[in-house]
Every structure is written in structure tokens, then in C-alpha cells.
């Protein structure tokens, strides 16, 4: 088809693949809110929304000869930002592990540092947290269960009783008596036992 015969519509695409760039900014103006507004979906951030918008639109200009058609330039915007959006994300996921990691380690060190201000072995500290790690494994099987959902993940009775398919009182009731039965099996260690949930909590 000649160009005299073609719509302004297949015209102006026919000028955007042979890189005139006015045609360019006619699809910028026509698709970077809707894109700003689809990253904004994924990630929740205007800023980086947009960062990626113009990105997806620099890989459209560089790859603008591999679009065959008119509507696969929305196709190829909108597939561009999802997949950057979902690259960011994941990234995201393994700062945050890593930040966490790191975070890990500077708590531990501190804790060490504030042990050794007190005049506390390390060794005994230690020993202390698997002395406080078996005795939780002497616990019954449910009693357990429900001691550590409570106590290490930190999660309210009645989420703990959905989940075990049990009573708000049985979940009361086996807190009490991994409590009790921990009180009695580490009351000769009480105030390494306090500063031990300080420095955990």
C-alpha cells in the first residue's frame, strides 16, 4: 500500500518505524499516563512508576522496527513496564533478605557487646538459648505449637485457634502450661532470662 492510500492513523505508524520522532511523541503523549498509571498497579510508587514508563518507551523507540502493527505499541508498553515492575519487585524481595541479614548480624554483635558489659559469658548466653530451645521441645506436640505461634510469631489467640481449628481457652489454656512448665525448668537463669528477651524483643 503507498503512503498516499494510508489513514493518518497507519501513516503516522509508518513514519514512527522509519523514526521520525514527532510520530514518536504523539504515542508518548497518547500512552505514558495510562502506563505511569498501570506501574503504579505493581509497585505503588509514582516516582519509580514513571521511571519505568520511560524506560518502556526507550525500549520502544529502539525496537520501534519490530512492531508490525499499530496496536502493538500498547502491547509492547504494557508487556515492557509489567516486566520491569515484576523485576523491581523481586529485586525488592532480595534487598530486603539481604537488609535483614545484615540487620541480623549487627543485633547479634550488639547483643554480644552488651553481654560482655554485664560481665556475661558468651558461652553461658549460648547455653542459655538452647536450654530455653529444648525445653520448648519438651513441650507436647499442640502445646508447642501454640506456645511458639504465640511467643516467636507472634500471632493473636484467635488467629492461633482459626488456624489450629481449636478454642480461644484451649489456646489460653496450653499457653499457661508451656509457660508454667518453662518457669519451672529455667528458674535458676531469671535474669539471663530477662535480658534475653530484651535483647530477642
Not at 499516563?33 to 514513571?50: H, T
Not at 549460648?126 to 499442640?142: A, G, T, V
Not at 488467629?159 to 481449628?165: Q, T, V, Y
Request: net charge positive; aromatic share 12%.
Amino acid at each position: 500500500m503507498e503512503k498516499g492510500q494510508l489513514s493518518l492513523a497507519d501513516f503516522r505508524f509508518l513514519q514512527f518505524r522509519e523514526g521520525d520522532r514527532r510520530a514518536f511523541e504523539y504515542y508518548f503523549k497518547e500512552y505514558y499516563n495510562s502506563i505511569v498509571g498501570f506501574a503504579i498497579q505493581f509497585i505503588g510508587d509514582k516516582d519509580k512508576a514513571g521511571s519505568i514508563a520511560q524506560d518502556a518507551f526507550i525500549k520502544l523507540w529502539e525496537n520501534r522496527e519490530k512492531v508490525q502493527k499499530i496496536n502493538g505499541i500498547r502491547s509492547f508498553l504494557y508487556t515492557s513496564v509489567k516486566t520491569d515492575c515484576l523485576n523491581l519487585i523481586r529485586h525488592n524481595k532480595v534487598v530486603r533478605k539481604y537488609e535483614s541479614k545484615q540487620l541480623q548480624a549487627r543485633e547479634s554483635s550488639l547483643h554480644t557487646e552488651i553481654l560482655n558489659s554485664l560481665n556475661f559469658d558468651s558461652v553461658t548466653f549460648s547455653e542459655l538459648e538452647s536450654l530455653i530451645e529444648k525445653s520448648i521441645e519438651e513441650l507436647p506436640d499442640k502445646c508447642k505449637l501454640v506456645f511458639v505461634k504465640k511467643r516467636f510469631e507472634n500471632k493473636k489467640n484467635k488467629e492461633i485457634a482459626d488456624e489450629l481449628g481449636i478454642t480461644l481457652k484451649a489456646v489460653e489454656a496450653n499457653i499457661t502450661r508451656a509457660t508454667k512448665f518453662l518457669k519451672l525448668r529455667l528458674s535458676h537463669y531469671v535474669l539471663l532470662i530477662i535480658i534475653y528477651c530484651f535483647l530477642q524483643f
